[in-house]
C-alpha cells in the first residue's frame, strides 16, 4: 500500500528531488507550494494537514538564507520553527508522523571532532538558533518526527555552491574560497532517496522506535569550502581547471558567522537505518553528469 505524504515546500533542492523521485517509489506524494502553504503563516499550514490527514508529513521548505536570517531574525524564527512547530502538532492530531530538517548550523563548530547528535547546541547564527528552536518545536509537538540535520546541501537545480563555483570559473576574476571552514557535502538527492525509501518505515513506526528523534545525515568525507570548489572544477572542467586561491573566514566579513567545523557524524542513523551513505565526491559526480559539465 502506498503512504499518502504531504510535502510542504515544491522549489527547493531537497523538495525538488523528492517530488522528482517519488514515481519510484511506494508513495502518493502532495507537495504544496507557497502559495499553497506560506509559512508566514502557521495556522494556515497546520489546516493543510488536518485537510490532507496523510501517513507522513515532509517539511522541506525553511527560511535558508543564511546572512539575511540575522537583520529578519522574527521572520526565520517563524518560518523555521513556529510553523513547523505548528505543522508537527496538526501532524500528531491525525496520526502522522513527520520528517523535518536541520543543519549543522546548530553547532558551534568548536569540537575539534565530528558531532554526534547528543553533542551540546550552540548556534553561531540567527538561522541556526531558528533551526534549533524548530527541532524543539517539532519533537515537542510530534512524538513520531524524524528530524534528519545535513550539510552543505547541493544539486543540479536551485542556489547552491557547486552551481555558484562553476558559474564564477568562468569569470575573469581570481577565485579565492574559504579554506578554514570544513563540512560534509550533500546531495539533495541522496536525502530525498533516503526520505522515500524509509516512508513506509517511518509512516507505520511507533511512538519510541530509534527511527525518530534527531538523526545526522550527510554524505561521507570531510573537506573545507576550498577543496571542495577544487573537486568541483577538477571533476567538471579537467585540466581548464582555474586555479583556487585560498582565504580565511576572517578575512571575508560576512552579517553571520559559520561554524568552523560543523562536521556531523552519521554513525546513528546508519546504524538505525541499516544504510551507508556514499561518498560526497560520487555524488558530486552525479551532480555534474547531469548538468552535463563532466570532464
Ligand atoms: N542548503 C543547505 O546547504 C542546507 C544545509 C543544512 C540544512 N539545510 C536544511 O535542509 C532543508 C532543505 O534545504 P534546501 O537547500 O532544499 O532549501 P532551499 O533550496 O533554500 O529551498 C527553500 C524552500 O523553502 C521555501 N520557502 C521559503 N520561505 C517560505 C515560506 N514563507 N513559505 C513557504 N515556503 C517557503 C522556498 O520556496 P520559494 O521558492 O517560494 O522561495 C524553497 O522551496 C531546510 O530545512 C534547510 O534548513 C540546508
Known sequence: MSVRIL????????????????????VDL???????????DPQACAARVAEHRPDLVVIAAAF?????????????????????GAIAHAAQAVGAAVVSFSTDYVFAGDKGAPYVEDDATDPLSAYGASKLAGEAAVLAACDRALILRTSWVVSAHGRNFVKTMLRLAGGDQPLKVVDDQFGRP????????????????????????PVFGVHHFANAGEVSWKGFAEAVFADALGPAAPPVGAIRTA??????????????????LERTFGVTLRPWRTALSDILAELKVSA
Open 251 to 268: 578575512e571575508r566579513p560576512a552579517p553571520a558567522q559559520r561554524p568552523l567545523r560543523g562536521t556531523l557524524d552519521t554513525g546513528k
Open 64 to 84: 535558508t538564507a543564511v546572512d539575511q536570517a540575522e537583520s529578519e531574525r522574527e521572520l526565520a524564527f517563524r518560518i523555521n520553527a513556529e510553523t513547523p
Open 186 to 209: 550533500t546531495a539533495a538527492a541522496d536525502l530525498a532517496s533516503f526520505v522515500l525509501a524509509n516512508a513506509a518505515r517511518l509512516a507505520e513506526a511507533p511512538a519510541g522506535d
Open 30 to 40: 502532495t507537495a504544496l507550494s507557497r502559495a499553497e502553504a506560506d509559512f508566514i
Open 7 to 26: 510535502q510542504f515546500g515544491t522549489t527547493g533542492q531537497v523538495a525538488t528531488e523528492l517530488v522528482r523521485q517519488a514515481p519510484r517509489h511506494a
